[in-house]
């Protein structure tokens, strides 16, 4: 487990349990639930759908080899963690800041970007490249270039 600043963890699967998750993950793909915990003294506690939901995401990218974080939406993020997030350098997404695209806030001299704030930017750039790759299309298919 990798331990990173203001108890925000990355897990990246030991060798050791690959075949845990491995089994995990076809029981966190089933429709419904109705899965329990059951604690070390017998008691059982069904698995909200809210939880049984998360943990079938964060299973499934752990069995596609990804490392997992979870961040909750109100967290402030320092600019490199931002960038990390958006895979851009730190200096781009200084720029971004300062062109207004992402709202920020400052704290002392530190610039501070809000989870959610990274997260809606970040939707808003895979709907606009998705709308320009579709017009690209469309163009090449008017031109004949495009076959479908």
Excluded: C
């Excluded at 089994?23 to 419904?32: D, G, H, V």
């Excluded at 008691?43 to 759908?49: F, R």
């Excluded at 499934?60 to 979870?70: K, Y």
Aim: hydrophobic share 40%.
């Amino acid at each position: 487990m990798l331990k990173q600043k203001e108890s925000s963890e990355s897990v990246l699967i030991p060798e050791q349990e690959t075949e845990a998750i491995a089994q995990l993950e076809p029981i966190l793909s089933l429709e419904s639930s109705q899965l329990r915990l059951v604690a070390s003294n017998g008691e059982e506690i069904v698995i909200p759908e809210s939880v049984y939901s998360l943990l079938g995401q964060v299973v499934r990218a752990m069995a596609s080899g990804q490392v997992i974080s979870i961040v909750p939406h109100n967290r402030e993020l320092t600019t490199q963690q931002a960038a990390d997030i958006l895979n851009v350098s730190r200096p781009f997404l200084v720029k971004l800041l300062e062109n207004g695209e992402i709202p920020y806030i400052k704290v002392g001299s530190h610039r501070r970007i809000l989870f959610q704030d990274l997260m809606v930017y970040k939707e808003q750039r895979k709907v606009k490249r998705r709308k320009l790759l579709d017009q690209l299309i469309e163009m090449t298919e008017e031109a004949g270039l495009y076959e479908e």
